[in-house]
């Protein structure tokens, strides 16, 4: 509303347009939160769209080097933050060689704890479902996006100038790349909702994995903030039982 009444008094600069505010306050006592339900997708979802995006862009004949690299890119993100929900800051300022690093074959992300909302140093390896796609991505794609042999140690680089690309432009590929393979435009935020709820659904007999995975010291901050595991249950469990009424 208060980029409203700004535009508005660009248009006509001498009319007071204070009833705008009070109008936006009425509907900000009504207002409710978008529920994340409808944009919640599960982890193996993510990672299958992820590395579908990658092959196509390395089968395709139809792609220039740079776009064939920023589609890499772009689909890289998502299944690696799929697999490794790290928060939104950390996993844009990735580094190779210091919270990105390989250790014998497999890739991982160190985070210090200084860089963690925990306070807590986060050690975790990557699915070696990833390591070609890393591989390729850090071999022959990265290189075209820096430009440069003395390109920047960041892991993200931009597809405009090789610059790294910050934390709020890892957002919005991340979100315009979900939104375009699977129909959803997923945040980096939602996918730690989708990582916790992927583990509850499928890692039931460990029941601490989904905080573990979130980085969290209480399972209940997960459960109260991430988890959407029973309702998408309780889903589930519905439409088992309308389809044996539609079978009668």
Known sequence: MSSGRRCFAFIAPGRDFTWL????????LVARPRSKFDRLVLTEVLV???LTLIHEAEHSR?????????QVRNGLMVAL????PVRRKNFAALQIGRSFVKIHDKWWIVLSASETKENRADERPINELLTHAIDCYLGQHRPVLARLDNAPSALWLSANDGAPITDKQVARVIRMTTLSTVGVEVSPH?????????AAIHGGDNPHL?????????PNVTNAHYNRATSLSAAEDFRQIVRQYEKR
């Open 210 to 218: 989904a905080s573990a995975l979130l980085h969290h010291t209480h």
């Open 21 to 28: 505010s009070e109008i936006g306050k009425d509907l900000a």
């Open 48 to 50: 299958e769209a992820g």
């Open 190 to 198: 939602l996918f730690r909702t989708s990582g916790a709820s992927a």
């Open 62 to 70: 139809n792609l220039t080097k740079l776009a064939r690299a920023c």
């Open 81 to 84: 933050l799929a697999l490794c």
